[in-house]
Nanobody, 125 residues
Framework: VQLQASGGGLVQPGGSMRLSCAAS?????????MGWYRQAPGKERERVSC????????YYGDSVKGRFTASWDDGRKTTYLQMNNLKPEDTAVHYC??????????????????WGEGTLVTVSS
């Protein structure tokens, strides 16, 4: 399984953007935990969100709570990250990560985690 992230780009502060992550061949991800991680230049990688394939539980990093929302499409083949009220400090390369063992509640990735290529989100006026 390969993951493909899309939707990054340039947005002004206060704006919105939606990232998408789909598996190659539209493979169903319904039992996966799907997370978004990001890394800004000179900063450590941080988990932004995670949505569980089992019960749709969602988890968010403190810096994005109340602004970002993770969701699935109806067929569980694509996961989304809706980002609202974007701030310059949200500027980073964002990666989607899927894990068939659904590590959302663990808050980390593991040897079974699948990383997609990053997509750059730039928040600037």
């Amino acid at each position: 399984v390969q993951l493909q992230a899309s939707g990054g780009g340039l947005v002004q502060p206060g704006g919105s953007m939606r990232l998408s992550c789909a598996a190659s061949g539209l493979f169903a991800l319904d039992h996966y935990g799907m997370g978004w991680y990001r890394q800004a230049p000179g900063k450590e990688r941080e988990r932004v969100s995670c949505i569980s394939g089992g019960d749709d539980s969602t988890y968010y990093g403190d810096s994005v709570k109340g602004r970002f929302t993770a969701s699935w499409d109806d067929g569980r083949k694509t996961t989304y990250l809706q980002m609202n009220n974007l701030k310059p400090e949200d500027t980073a390369v964002h990666y989607c990560v899927g894990d068939p063992f659904d590590r959302c509640d663990l808050g980390n990735t593991g040897p079974t985690s699948i990383w997609g290529e990053g997509t750059l989100v730039t928040v600037s006026s």
